[in-house]
């Protein structure tokens, strides 16, 4: 079975948010981009909202997608969706993440990502070139 997940590509000022997995978590200690899974009946869009406000208590505008990509870990498979973001309201507090960085694009190689997130950093340096 493959789980839905929706990632915010959150961009400020040039720079690109990224938050850190806590432990316990699937992957916990690596960067991601904010997001998460789709709920019953959510839209990505929504699920943005939700998932921005409950993990780093932001808002955020979501704007169009930027990425899909399809990867499979050993325990289940992911489809991503990536989508252009910026930040409404709030500031970054760690609620359900472990630490967060507003990094520039060509810093985002020194963060390991998860594999899944990995094919959108190319994307985004050319967006943000």
């Known amino acids: 079975m493959t789980v839905v997940v929706a990632a915010a590509?959150?961009?400020q000022e040039g720079r690109v948010l990224l938050t850190r997995?806590?432990?316990?978590?699937?992957?916990?200690?690596?960067?991601?981009?904010?997001?998460?899974?789709?709920?019953?009946?959510?839209?990505?869009?929504?699920?943005?909202?939700?998932?921005?406000?409950?993990?780093?208590g932001i808002e955020v505008e979501v704007g169009e997608i930027l990425e899909v990509t399809h990867h499979r870990y050993p325990e289940k498979a992911v489809l991503l969706?990536?989508?252009?973001?910026?930040?409404?309201?709030?500031?970054?507090?760690?609620?359900?993440?472990?630490?967060?960085?507003?990094?520039?694009p060509q810093d985002l190689d020194g963060y390991p990502l998860p594999p899944a997130d990995e094919g959108v950093?190319?994307?985004?340096?050319?967006?943000?070139?």
């Open 21 to 56: 997995r806590a432990e316990g978590q699937h992957l916990a200690g690596m960067w991601e981009f904010p997001g998460g899974k789709l709920e019953d009946g959510e839209s990505p869009e929504e699920a943005l909202g939700r998932e921005c406000l409950e993990e780093c």
């Open 81 to 104: 969706l990536f989508y252009r973001c910026a930040l409404r309201a709030g500031e970054v507090r760690h609620l359900q993440v472990a630490d967060h960085a507003w990094v520039a």
């Open 9 to 11: 590509v959150v961009i």
């Open 121 to 129: 950093v190319a994307r985004i340096k050319a967006l943000l070139a």
